[in-house]
């Protein structure tokens, strides 16, 4: 992996131009084609914005801060004129009318977009193998999945492709790929992105991030993306900072807090071990370890999984084969129509969660099951907040265990679900959390999550780049 500090060195030295690095990036994807990483592959785009990044370079322009920076864009994101699919058949020939926020300025910035990553079928999965154009491939093991739902994304910065891309994360699907491919991921605070432009799986809790080489690569592309937006009334009206400016700060003084419910029953016990080993690390480093409690967090996945396939069966009653999308050849009549094209677009997986979202929203159960995972979702909020009072961060596993082995998701789906169980609660409660690889087990990577307070990425980041440095 090469990261994006590495990749500007190159184009201001001038031993490569923007073009030469699209190239490079577009033959590196060609070769790495078994790993499925991407739906669709933007060459004569590509090759046309780093020419206007070149031209923009010799003529002495202002540059952005991505600029001539071969990027990947998760394919539920729209951008203008090309395919945007969430890796559905429901989808498969939709080509997107306008480009979301966060892509709009990702390519402000400079960045060139070299093509649309695979995931998870309209983002639901932990896997990445309900993808109507097959599973996404871990180039560390081929028998083990690159996580979900931004499998492709992560693999695409894995495997060398692009040294960032963005992924969204509505239940951990940011950071759970990039502890499976020993990567870097980061959802920021929600509200800090626009989701305008976002194929919308649960609204509440969706947001768009970045994966990167490395944390500082994180914090760029952040800089980048982040800000109000008009289009979505749920962007903060907090003024853009530098989120790369603590990054060197070190972690002397700050106080981690260790929440016992993390790391007790059910988590791996080489993962807590070297978990473990790099807290002592940074304790080392004059960080003070604090045991912290989150009594709630038992309920979270369930929580989680009421309210996000509540809000999917309302967001994906649009696509209905009328308006856009894949139509049934076999209907006859208007309900046949809908029914047909419904059942034939859908995956397993998006079926399943839709009628999970329809049985807890029904009349008669809304209260018994939606209304009280609201409640809960609240309850495991205000345990963060009190966590918080007393210490700067929070550590955390990303997952319970090394990388699943595939095809779990068709034999075992409710072990796949319980994989989220450390990742959900922060969409539950809006904060921000960012994937550090901590350490190897098996050839197999380990993330440390880091939780932090709202709107506090910066901070965040000078934790996880203290991370990074131990780990070296």
């Known amino acids: 992996m090469e990261s994006i500090q590495s990749l500007q060195a190159k184009l201001e030295s001038g031993s490569a131009s923007a073009v030469a690095l699209a190239q490079a990036s577009l033959e590196k994807i060609e070769s790495t084609k078994k790993l499925n990483a991407y739906i669709s592959v933007l060459n004569e785009r590509a090759l046309e914005k780093a020419a206007e990044s070149d031209k923009r370079r010799a003529e002495g322009k202002t540059l952005g801060a991505l600029d001539g920076i071969p990027v990947a864009v998760k394919d539920n994101m ?208 004059g960080a003070t370890l604090k045991e912290v409690s989150l009594p709630n967090i038992g309920f979270a996945v369930s929580s989680y999984y009421i309210i996000a396939t509540a809000e999917a069966s309302s967001n994906l009653s649009r696509y209905d084969g009328v308006r856009y999308g894949y139509r049934s050849k076999e209907a006859k009549k208007l309900f046949d129509l809908y029914a047909k094209s419904r059942s034939e677009g859908f995956g397993k997986e998006v079926q399943r969660r839709i009628m999970l979202g329809s049985y807890v929203l029904s009349a008669g159960f809304y209260d018994a099951y939606y209304v009280q995972a609201q409640k809960v979702r609240r309850l495991i909020t205000d345990d963060f907040n009190k966590a918080f009072e007393s210490c700067d961060v929070i550590a955390s596993p990303t997952m319970p265990g090394l990388p699943l082995k595939c095809g779990m998701n068709e034999s075992d789906p409710m072990a796949v679900y319980l994989s989220d169980i450390y990742t959900v609660s922060l969409n539950l409660s809006g904060l921000p959390g960012v994937s550090v690889p901590c350490g190897m087990a098996g050839g197999l990577p380990i993330g440390l999550q880091w939780i932090g307070k709202p709107f506090q990425e910066a901070d965040l980041l000078a934790v996880a780049a203290a991370t990074e440095q131990l780990n070296k």
Request: hydrophobic share 35%.
């Open 78 to 285: 729209c951008l203008v004129g090309t395919r945007t699919t969430a890796a559905s058949k429901i989808l498969d020939n939709f080509v997107a009318p306008y480009t979301a926020t966060a892509v709009e300025k990702l390519e402000a910035a400079g960045a060139v977009i070299v093509g649309k990553t695979n995931m998870d079928e309209f983002a639901m999965g932990s896997s990445s193998e309900s993808s109507f154009y097959g599973p996404v491939i871990n180039p560390l093991d081929e028998t083990r999945v690159p996580g979900g739902s931004s499998g492709g994304s992560a693999v695409a910065v894995a495997s060398g492709t692009v040294a960032c891309a963005l992924g969204s994360d509505t239940g951990g699907s940011i950071r759970q790929p990039a502890a499976c491919t020993g990567v870097v991921g980061l959802k920021p605070t929600y509200g800090r992105v626009s989701r305008y432009g976002l194929l919308a799986y649960a609204s509440s809790l969706d947001q768009i991030g970045p994966f990167g080489a490395t944390v500082a690569d994180c914090a760029t592309v952040l800089n980048a993306i982040c800000g109000i937006d008009p289009h979505d009334n749920t962007t903060s009206t907090r003024p853009v900072e530098d989120f790369g400016a603590k990054l060197n700060q070190g972690i002397k003084g700050k106080v981690i807090g260790v929440p016992k419910e993390y790391f007790g029953e059910g988590l791996d016990a080489e993962c807590k071990a070297t978990i473990e080993g790099m807290l002592k690390k940074m304790e080392a480093e």
